[in-house]
């Protein structure tokens, strides 16, 4: 590792010192192969997204993040009526005519007019669907005011594909189209239950199947299936390989898996035992998939968790310690082949300690006091860096943050 001298770097009103340190990525790969690292490999989840967009926006390019990404709700996209709405019982319609994108039209222009990649989220249910059936017929965790449930069933997965058709068709990039989305990903965590799915296993590999063969003739954009937790690595073959099994797999450009982990070591080896399983079948079914793994989600609670020991052990008082926790998870991940890293989260929506983030976006009165910090990312090609800032929240009254106290580099 390698200090270098303090720089500063951006036109006045956006300058950023920084006292930067070197970390070479080669000590990352176990074997010492070369790794190529993707040019398009870094971003960060829910993104482009605040109402600051000219600042946030700003923020994305100092760090040279190349995705954007949010979710295309299925419930914002076709939202429930209620039982008074002259269409409440009008099925044609709420499959059919009750569609609402201005939010998300919005979303894809501005962010393809910034020149980011955009990574949509296809997902959960809306509620309507769910009429014909009980609410006491299965627990989860639906929140019972909207009537969502994280599920599609056998018989409401018709459903669910044509939100996703229309909703690939309007942002295809093709002409007449309101924009292009770069990679379409098929759910979210379903193995993480009942939080994210409540039903049974086998309707969510079919809902994938359906779901992906459905939209592959309308993009050349990626389609992602899987979109696994760590709670993954209990059921391999259940969750992954039934991917393969039904066939799902022929319509997919890659997997996702968010390793997230007890520090950057942990992270790595539960990347390693999923990326090893999927090459197993790689070499069953003839695929490539084990370099086509999306880490489409990962981070550490910004100041720890519970106590503030933290996933990483590190006391709150040791920012430039989480820093470097974020470039090491950075450097092993793209050393041993991940195919994309998002980091979660942009802003931390919660001001106390179980918070993830970046950067603040506010903070409760006497929980941390005035102090804000903001951690960035710098991805480029083949060179990626970290930089933690630290200065006001995020642009009160418009202002930058100025101050970069400390930064590091990875460079492969």
């Known amino acids: 590792m390698v200090a270098c001298p303090t720089s500063t770097d951006g036109p006045p009103e956006f300058q950023f010192e920084s006292q930067t340190v070197l970390l070479d990525l080669s000590v990352a790969a176990p074997t010492g192969n070369e790794t190529q690292i993707p040019e398009d490999l870094a971003g960060v989840i829910h993104s482009g997204i605040s109402p600051f967009h000219d600042e946030e926006y700003y923020l994305l390019n100092e760090m040279s993040a190349r995705w954007v990404h949010r979710d295309f709700s299925w419930w914002y996209v076709q939202r429930d009526v209620p039982a008074d709405h002259e ?49 006491d017929d299965r627990p989860g965790n639906a929140d019972g005011s909207q009537g969502r449930r994280r599920e599609v069933r056998m018989e409401q997965i018709v459903y669910f594909v044509n939100y996703s058709v229309r909703t690939v068709e309007r942002f295809s990039g093709k002409p007449g189209s309101q924009g292009r989305v770069d990679s379409w990903f098929i759910w979210n965590e379903p193995c993480l239950q009942p939080r994210f799915w409540t039903w049974e296993q086998e309707d969510f590999l079919e809902m994938t199947l359906q779901t992906a063969r459905a939209i592959r003739p309308l993009t050349d954009a990626y389609i992602i299936g899987g979109v696994f937790s760590v709670h993954a690595l209990a059921d391999l073959s259940g969750w992954v390989g ?47 998939f084990a370099d086509n793994i999306w880490v489409n989600e990962v981070g550490f609670p910004t100041y720890g968790a519970g106590t503030g020991a933290g996933w990483e052990g590190i006391p709150p008082q040791r920012e430039e310690d989480r820093s470097e926790a974020v470039a090491k998870t ?38 941390l006091g005035k102090k804000r910090r903001v951690l960035g990312l710098r991805v480029a090609g083949q060179v990626s860096s970290w930089q933690h800032l630290q200065g006001n929240e995020l642009f009160p009254g418009r202002q930058r943050p100025r101050t970069v106290p400390g930064a590091i580099l990875c460079r492969r």
């Open 87 to 135: 269409r409440f019982e009008d099925w044609d319609w709420l499959k059919n005519e009750n569609w609402n994108f201005d939010w998300l039209d919005d979303y894809v222009r501005r962010a393809n007019k910034e020149g980011k990649l955009v990574m949509a989220m296809l997902l959960y249910d809306t509620p309507w669907i769910h009429r014909k059936y009980p609410r």
């Open 242 to 288: 039934g991917l393969f099994e039904n066939g799902a797999y022929r319509y997919l450009d890659g997997l996702a898996f968010h390793p997230y982990g007890p520090g950057h070591n942990g992270t790595l080896t539960f990347f390693n035992r999923f990326k090893d399983y999927v090459r197993e079948k790689d070499a069953i079914f003839g695929t490539d």
């Open 330 to 367: 950075f450097a092993l991940l793209a050393a041993n082949g991940v195919r994309n890293i998002m980091w979660f989260n942009m802003f931390d929506s919660r001001a106390d300690r179980e918070g993830f983030g970046l950067l603040w976006r506010r903070c409760a009165p006497g929980t």
